[in-house]
């Protein structure tokens, strides 16, 4: 694959954005290396020590990982501009 922006990781995965906004992940699947959102039009990816959260162009956001780590829960309103992350959360 060609075409990466950005690699983030938690404690046991990864994850690459890519420049059309599409994202990769890989590892262990429970910590964020499977459950991926698809499609285009990411544009920041933020990572806890065990789940991951990603941001559109359209402020939506998608999280995946440990339920347990901020791999659920994420806000179904549009117009977000950011994702700040600790060890166990996303903001």
Do not use: M
């Amino acid at each position: 694959d060609a075409g990466f922006r950005a690699i983030y990781s938690s404690r046991s995965a990864f994850c690459a954005l890519k420049a059309d906004g599409t994202i990769r992940a890989w590892g262990e699947p429970a910590w964020g290396g499977s459950g991926a959102p698809t499609g285009p039009g990411h544009v920041f990816v933020a990572s806890t020590e065990r789940a991951f959260a990603a941001i559109t162009n359209g402020g939506t956001i998608s999280t995946w990982g440990d339920s347990q780590r901020g791999g659920s829960g994420a806000s179904e309103l549009p117009g977000h501009i950011f994702i700040a992350s600790t060890l166990f959360a996303f903001a």
